[in-house]
């Protein structure tokens, strides 16, 4: 028995390797992975990866795992064989049994008895794990865990073979400005969009840099005879957010459906975080980058004033006295982006009585940048590391620009990063960011005046006021 046990684990390995030469794509050498783990041991095999921030686990490949199981949800790193990420092979003996299971229901449903976990590593770093899920023949001999060793090995020499090739690629494409920024993760998932604005919606959260996974959940909603017969699978996964988005183009018969949909699955996981993007948010976020049907709208008038210029200077000289005391004996410094900022930093300033500094930041947006991928077209010209940097903005919506700020703000060390927005609009947020300073949280209508713009007209105005933007009328 151990002699023909060692015989089909010396076949697999061989097989595995020889994949890692003739195979094109990493899917493929993936493939052999867990088929070869899955057959060898008679048993269910997936690959997972942890995403670019280390939380979330997220499913690359499998055999011989049923789609409810794979579509279970995104796993929590720490949780999730929290010594995985430690580098140390993890063991659950009984998996009905084991606290660190965070699927108990889907364990049993799909009948696995034990699980082992061998993490993938480059140059000493977890990037994923390898894991074998054993329905028989339950537990793991030191032989068995020495083969998934080995062959964890060759699944960490295919993930640096892509890295290599991929950084070659993007330093050749960088050259000729035709980069695409995807990360290993995106590249290893062969997705297809139901639609062209998921399609979209992707390439904008891979504009922001912003990390997702396309419907990587199926949630049941309904059963009948101890099967299911309804079920909801959201567009999107954000793990950064730790929430679904559902996109919603659809006539509004068809909105009214899945409407219910959504109470029902609120009712059901209360848990869960899911954002709706009616067809409306979803032609207005296009809007803003210049994209979209809503992109030829006009604004017609300046309907409303929201705040006088009074109310503006008495709530600007509140947030200087907060800052004024919060930064007392420090230096801190401004920074602003793009232009609808200039009123209310300067204002600001003038009310602060610390000491401070100013810089600004230029960065392209999604519709208006040549390549895929956000361009800094400006970065700060002072040194900001070890610096107080209080990031100054004029209105926070999705949150995604100031998301991609903030991030690349950190990669220069500040000795600490705070943010003051003069508006903010809680209702159409998708990235959450903290917010320390706040003027006025909006309604969900569009502003303009003192400083902002639409299509860089109001920005002069002393107050700010709601915009009244509408699609050019069809019978003018
Ligand atoms: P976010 O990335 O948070 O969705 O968008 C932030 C930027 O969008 C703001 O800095 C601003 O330039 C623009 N923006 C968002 N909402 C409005 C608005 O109601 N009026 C104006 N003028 N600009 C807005
Ligand atoms: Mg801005």
New binding site residues.
Partial sequence: MGASKDKTYCRTLRRVITAIHSEESVRGKLGFVVRGVARSMDASASVLLLDSDRKKLIHNISWGLPQYYINKGVLDAEKSLGETLSAEAVVIEDASKDSRIQYPEMIKKVGICSILGMPIKIDGVVIGSLRVYQKTDCGFTNHDISFINAVANLASIIFSEDMLKQASEIDALENNGAITKKTALQQSREIKFVNASEEQFARILDFYDIEWVYEPRSFPLKWSDGHVSEMFTPDFYLPQLESYIELTTLKQSLVTDKNRKLRRLKELYPEIKIILLYKKDYERLLA?YGVGPLAQARCHDVTRVLYSAAEIGERVCEIAKKISKDYKGKRPILIGA?R?FICFMADLIRQISVPLDIDFMGISYYGEAKGPGVKITKDVDLSIRDRHVIMV??????????NYILKHLKTQNPASLAVCTLLD?RARRLVETPIEYTGFEVPDE???GYG???MEEYRNLPFIGIADVRKPSKNK
Avoid: S
């Fill in positions: 803003k793009q609808g903005e004029d209105i926070v919506d999705t949150g995604i620009t100031l609009r569009f502003v303009v902002l713009d639409y």
